[in-house]
């Protein structure tokens, strides 16, 4: 009787070891949860950034690129005019 006694007891002692272990375990896993939540939700704030910098990038690009455009014919019709002058 006393052996069951004791080996309950050692049962009891191992199980309520076993509960600490599985919520400190469970406490460890909402902490976890949470900074990746936290964690997605910075990365989305930067994402969102990254994307309004890239508009903005494109519409520099689009400015530079109609600015030469222009600067590329005028430089044409000055050639163009310079080569007819000396022609004459």
Known sequence: ???????????EQ????IY???????TN????LITIQKNHATNMQRINKLQE??????MTNQI????????EEALKQLNNTLINKQKN
């Open 1 to 11: 009787m006393d052996n069951f006694k004791i080996a309950n007891q050692d049962i």
């Open 14 to 17: 191992i199980l309520a070891e």
């Open 20 to 26: 600490v272990l599985l919520k400190n375990i469970q």
């Open 29 to 32: 896993q909402q902490n976890e």
């Open 53 to 58: 910098y890239n508009q903005i990038a494109d």
């Open 64 to 71: 530079f690129e109609i600015r030469i455009t222009n600067i």
